[in-house]
């Protein structure tokens, strides 16, 4: 069983930057591709960016392209999601997820493990 737990909720304002943090524990997710996924009120829960077990191919939704960038560390199964140039419209609950595969995928069903959510808050 793998737990996954996010940091870094916050407010901030618009342009501003904020990095989010997701640690695994439980089981290495060393070869597991992660992802960042985010669900605002009223809307479906959404992929932001995935990334590989190698951490050499990600993926990035159009919205966030150029501006938000994944990485990991294999090593201590850490995740991060960097975020610059925020817009009220990344205001959202954001999670971690795990996906027992090293290839990333953006179906929201194919990940195995969820961490509870962080809020992120971008005012204008």
């Known amino acids: 069983q793998v737990q996954l737990v996010e940091y870094g909720r916050g407010v901030v304002q618009a342009v501003g930057s904020l990095r989010l943090c997701c640690t695994a524990?439980?089981?290495?997710?060393?070869?597991?591709?992660m992802g960042w996924f985010r669900q605002s009120p009223g809307k479906e829960r959404e992929v932001v960016a995935a990334?590989?077990?190698?951490?050499?191919?990600?993926y990035y939704a159009d919205s966030v392209k150029g501006r938000f960038t994944i990485s990991r560390t294999r090593a201590d199964n850490t995740v991060f999601l960097l975020m610059n140039s925020l817009k009220p419209e990344d205001t959202a609950v954001y999670y971690c997820?795990?996906?027992?595969?090293?290839?990333?995928?953006?179906?929201?069903?194919?990940?195995?493990?969820w961490g509870q959510g962080t809020q992120v808050t971008v005012s204008s």
């Open positions: 997820a795990a996906h027992n595969s090293g290839a990333w995928t953006v179906v929201t069903g194919g990940y195995d493990y």
């Open positions: 990334v590989s077990w190698t951490g050499t191919n990600t």
């Open positions: 524990s439980g089981r290495t997710v060393s070869s597991y591709a």
